[in-house]
């Protein structure tokens, strides 16, 4: 009897801590949240290898969801009132919502990214590109903050550096038609600018 009880402790403790392990492995993953997360290395493969536009439709979303995973519930909650604030239009809350998201969680790129963007709606431009440089050092596959930093010097009549943000965004995707439709237009831009001269 003592025997069957210490083989089913033995079992209970076996299983025990394989559950344990697997819980340990299951938030771990959640820890990677965003730019740090294992699954982003397969999806951006895709984006450069499939030829069907539904599978990189799927991975570019995919890719898009893990960037907005937030580390913890208070980075949640943050994002989730800036998000308001901006819709709201309302830039200087936004701003200082987002100023406590990047002092909370300072690895968190998408919280970088997203204060770039009010940022640029804004129009502080040097503060956007701070913030995008910023996410690049966390996640320098970012082609939204790539395409982001285009635009910012789209608005500073900076046409060459533009056109080197958006090739680079287009680079890491290739799949963002918008991105290539700016390529071409700045393309357009400087060769009847140079013909001009």
């Known amino acids: 009897m003592m025997n069957t009880i210490k083989s089913s402790t033995s079992r209970s403790r076996k ?3 394989i559950i344990a392990a697997l ?3 299951i938030y771990c993953g959640i820890s990677f949240a965003d730019q740090s997360d294992p699954r982003l290395g397969p999806l951006f493969m895709d984006l450069q290898e499939t030829t069907d536009p539904n599978i990189a439709k799927r ?3 995919q890719i898009w969801a893990i960037w907005h995973e937030s580390p913890d519930e ?3 909650e943050i994002m989730r009132n800036a998000r308001a604030s901006l819709s709201r239009s309302d830039f200087d809350s936004a701003t200082e919502l987002l100023n406590q998201l990047v002092e909370h969680a300072p690895g968190y790129a998408e919280a970088w990214n997203q204060r770039a963007i009010v940022l640029f709606l804004a129009e502080d431009f040097s503060g956007a590109l ?3 440089e910023q996410t690049l050092l966390l996640e320098p596959r970012h082609f939204g903050a790539l395409s982001g930093r285009g635009q910012v010097y789209l608005h500073l009549e900076e046409p060459q550096l533009a056109l080197n943000a958006f090739k680079q965004a287009l680079d890491r995707n290739p799949w963002m038609a918008n991105i290539r439709d700016q390529i071409a237009m700045v393309h357009a ?3 009847a600018k140079q013909k001009s001269i």
């Open 59 to 61: 991975a570019e979303s």
């Open 130 to 132: 701070r913030d995008i």
């Open 74 to 76: 208070q980075s949640l």
């Open 15 to 17: 299983y025990s801590s």
């Open 189 to 191: 831009f400087l060769n």
């Open 23 to 25: 819980l340990a492995v």
